[in-house]
Nanobody, 121 residues
Framework: QVQLVESGGGLVQAGGSLRLSCTAS????????IGWFRQAPGREREFVAR???????YYADSLKGRFAISRDNAKNAVYLSSNNLKPEDTARYYC???????????????WGQGTQVTVSS
């Protein structure tokens, strides 16, 4: 069983940048697809980005160009870098693992507790 812990969230001004980290403990997660999702109050959980075990990356169309996912299997870590943040990016950001991948949160079976990102205008 993999356990995931997200970190790196916080308060940032519009136009700023952040790098979120997702660290895994337990089993190595190099075999998994790792996804980043976000959820704002009153809204459904939304796909942000994912990376396969082979390093292929996929992004939500609306976020492409501002977010970048990367992973360091040696550190059992995945990162989500963001720039030019907007107030509408305010949400709790989660990482999750899947054996099959895809943008549907239902395909992911292990989740971290999330890290809050708040973007002020």
């Amino acid at each position: 069983q993999v356990q995931l812990v997200e970190s790196g969230g916080g308060l940032v001004q519009a136009g700023g940048s952040l790098r979120l980290s997702c660290t895994a403990s337990g089993r190595t997660f190099s075999m998994y697809v790792i996804g980043w999702f976000r959820q704002a109050p009153g809204r459904e959980r939304e796909f942000v980005a994912r990376m396969t075990s082979m390093g292929a990356t996929y992004y939500a169309d609306s976020l492409k160009g501002r977010f970048a996912i990367s992973r360091d299997n040696a550190k059992n870590a995945v990162y989500l870098s963001s720039n030019n943040l907007k107030p509408e990016d305010t949400a709790r950001y989660y990482c999750a693992t899947s054996l099959t991948g895809g943008p549907d949160p239902q395909s992911y079976n292990t989740w971290g507790q999330g890290t809050q990102v708040t973007v002020s205008s």
